[in-house]
Antibody
């Protein structure tokens, strides 16, 4: 069964760093664009980062731009999120997901069709 | 960035009810709109993509429609498993991608 498993979450002090990992199984990871989405406690979904299948193009939400980096290792079916200069407001469950492009009449619609179970990141002193 | 406004933000309904949830974008996004279901402590699940296409494995009581620039998620006959929070998400100019605030559906 197609799946994603995140790891690397934990407790970190404000200003600290953390690296999240996401391992894919049973689908063509090397040809899949990927995203990170987070959810603060009791809040809604917030898109964080995007990376193309090749890893050559990345994009970030305004709240993390300049502090977070996304990368991948296609040989290892793995996706990473490097989080630096962490803030209390970065506290959230972080999900990785596949961004599948569905071909529609007017172009390509990106929907997130495979999700991991999430990993909790807590930023607190 | 494109903003998505969902309504209502919370909704109480009974098993067997027909339920509609609306998502209004801040600008025209054509059909680049997806719907997700999320249960407490679980990852979101894709229900509908491209406004009206049912994701594989999703029950047919779920459907999506578009009227002008507004979008609607419809559950034709609520089942006990459907009580959850529902989110819309746009990919028109994505990335960046944006989600609606979410609509919490609970039992009346």
């Amino acid at each position: 069964e197609e799946g994603l498993v995140e790891s690397g979450g934990g407790l970190v002090q404000p200003g600290g760093s953390l690296r999240l990992s996401c391992t894919a199984s049973e689908f063509k990871f090397y040809s899949s664009d990927m995203v990170w989405v987070r959810q603060a406690p009791g809040r809604g979904l917030d898109w964080v980062a995007y990376i193309t299948a090749s890893g050559h193009t990345t994009s970030f939400g305004d709240s993390v731009k300049g502090r977070f980096a996304v990368s991948r290792d296609n040989a290892a079916n793995s996706l990473f999120l490097q989080m630096n200069s962490l803030r209390v407001e970065d506290t959230a469950v972080y999900y990785c997901a596949r961004a599948r492009s569905y071909d529609i009449l007017t172009g390509y619609n990106d929907a997130f069709d495979i999700w991991g179970q999430g990993t909790m990141v807590t930023v607190s002193s | 960035d494109i903003q998505l406004t969902q309504s209502p933000l919370s909704l109480s309904a009974s098993v067997g009810d027909r339920v509609t949830i609306t998502c209004r974008p801040s600008q025209n996004i054509r059909s680049y709109l997806n719907w997700y279901q999320q249960k407490p402590g679980k990852a979101p699940k894709l229900l509908i993509y491209a406004a009206s296409e049912l994701q594989s494995g999703v029950p047919s009581r779920f459907s999506g429609s578009q009227s002008g620039t507004d979008f609607t998620l419809i559950i034709s006959s609520l089942q006990p498993d459907d009580f959850a929070t529902y989110y819309c998400q746009q990919s028109y100019d994505g990335p960046p991608y944006t989600f609606g605030q979410g609509t919490k559906l609970d039992i009346k």
